[in-house]
């Protein structure tokens, strides 16, 4: 294809004012979740999107498809819990038919996972992250508010019986985690083969902001000359993560350091809010109203307008170390 086709002239739209190129869309389904994680959502937090406000699937199909013809290449759909919203695997079927789309994935908690690993590979969702913290029953009813673990590994069972692409482990750590239970997560993981991803805590919310994040640098440094692993950067990936990796070069250990080591600087995503809100960093609260647009009767032309300005206005970084109390929402709102 010619430099001067339509295409490719779109495909270099989405390119920020710090020379970023944006192909990677997260796209949160609701902000519900079956689990109450401490860092997360309180106990009794009830101030969730009203249902009436939600897209509908066909409206977020609409929205990223216009994301994916300006040059997105991977989206994610993530929540809350993306699988306590009907329908979607059809969401997920819908988003895989894109033309131009080259990767779509999931991140779940894993809950239900055991009813619909087949539906989701067959709709097209290549890849799965799932949130573990803990093997042990108690931990991880102490961190959830739910005893919910025997149903997250039989959801592990279960896709991993169906073959996806990669399945990966985030475990998010601060200074209440203990080495050896996640030492036991890494030897379960590497067991399975599938890829641990340690996660630093980070201020989303009041809840987020009880809990001070460990600089994850040492402690993977430590885990990596234990498990005989070395460190490489050819599984990088369009993500921020940095991997340890086997013997025989499969990634098993990833660390992800938004704060202790922040990535910003190569930030090439962007969020969509289950109302349609397009947040452009996770770590600040400017956004651009694009179901409220959709809704009103906006064009695909004047929806792509908004994009583009968003892309434009993209903050250079977060401010999760130097302002903290910043960020209001809490993590379900917009996903990891």
């Not at 093997?135 to 279960?158: H, K, M, N, W, Y």
């Not at 997560?185 to 009880?210: C, D, H, V, W």
């Not at 930030?267 to 947040?279: E, F, I, Q």
């Not at 452009?280 to 694009?290: A, R, S, T």
């Amino acid at each position: 294809m010619s430099a001067a086709s339509p295409l490719n002239h779109a495909a270099q739209s989405l390119v920020d004012s710090f020379n970023r190129r944006i192909d990677y869309l997260r796209v949160s389904v609701t902000d519900r979740c079956d689990l109450r994680c401490q860092y997360c959502l309180p106990e009794d937090f009830k101030d969730f999107e009203e249902p009436a406000h939600w897209l509908s699937h066909a409206e977020m199909a609409r929205l990223v498809g216009l994301f994916v013809g300006l040059g997105v290449k991977k989206v994610r759909l993530t929540g809350g819990e993306p699988l306590t919203r009907r329908g979607v695997s059809e969401l997920a079927a819908r988003v895989a038919a894109l033309p131009g789309l080259m990767d779509l994935a999931m991140s779940t908690n894993g809950t239900r996972l055991a009813r619909y690993a087949a539906e989701l590979k067959r709709a097209g969702v290549r890849r799965l992250n799932v949130s573990l913290d803990t093997l042990s029953r108690d931990t991880f009813r102490e961190i959830t508010r739910r005893d919910r673990l025997q149903d997250v590994l039989d959801g592990l069972e279960a896709a991993h019986s169906q073959g996806f692409e990669s399945i990966k482990i985030n475990c998010v750590v601060h200074t209440g985690s203990d080495e050896e239970d996640i030492s036991r997560l890494l030897n379960y993981t590497m067991a399975k083969g599938f890829i641990l991803r340690l996660i630093e805590t980070m201020p989303m919310g009041a809840s987020g902001r009880q809990f001070q994040h460990v600089n994850l640098n040492e402690m993977g440094a430590r885990l990596a000359e234990r498990f005989g692993l070395v460190a490489t950067v050819e599984h990088r990936g369009p993500g921020p993560a940095r991997y340890w990796a086997s013997v025989d070069n499969i990634p098993m250990l990833g660390l992800i350091t938004p704060m202790s080591q922040h990535f910003c600087a190569t930030c090439n995503r962007v969020r969509l809010s289950v109302d349609g809100a397009l947040y452009l960093c996770l770590g600040q609260e400017n956004q651009v109203p694009l179901g409220s647009a959709l809704r009103e009767g906006a064009s695909d032309d004047d929806l792509r307008k908004l994009i583009l300005q968003g892309i434009a206005s993209k903050p250079e970084r977060h401010e999760f170390t130097t302002a903290p109390e910043r960020i209001i929402r809490v993590m379900a709102k917009t996903g990891g």
